[in-house]
């Protein structure tokens, strides 16, 4: 079984950057796809970065692409999201996901989900 802590969330106005983390425990995720989503108030989760196991390949959804960078330490069973450029519309709840595969995955099915952390940018 894997828990999946996230943290850094917070709030910022816009143009700010946030750090957040994900550290994992249970087991080691050195092999697991991670991936992170978020979901605003009244709407569904949505895709926002994928990172496979050796963090070689990256996909990220179009609205933050060019802004967010997702990066992994094995090492320490821990990925993070540099959030860079906040707007108003990046306020949501932020979840950390791992996912047994190892490969890239943009959908929900992931095995594992953290508690989320709230992230809201004020205009």
């Known amino acids: 079984q894997v828990q999946l802590v996230e943290s850094g969330g917070g709030l910022v106005q816009a143009g700010d950057s946030l750090r957040l983390s994900c550290a994992a425990s249970?087991?080691?995720?050195?092999?697991?796809?991670m991936g992170w989503f978020r979901q605003a108030p009244g709407k569904e989760r949505e895709f926002v970065v994928t990172?496979?196991?050796?963090?070689?390949?990256?996909y990220y959804a179009d609205s933050v692409k060019g802004r967010f960078t997702i990066s992994r330490d094995n090492a320490k069973n821990t990925v993070y999201l540099q959030m860079n450029s906040l707007k108003p519309e990046d306020t949501a709840v932020y979840y950390c996901?791992?996912?047994?595969?190892?490969?890239?995955?943009?959908?929900?099915?992931?095995?594992?989900w953290g508690q989320g952390t709230q992230v809201t940018v004020s205009s």
């Open positions: 249970g087991r080691t995720v050195s092999t697991y796809t």
């Open positions: 996901a791992a996912d047994k595969s190892g490969r890239p995955r943009v959908s929900l099915g992931y095995d594992y």
């Open positions: 990172i496979n196991w050796s963090g070689s390949i990256t």
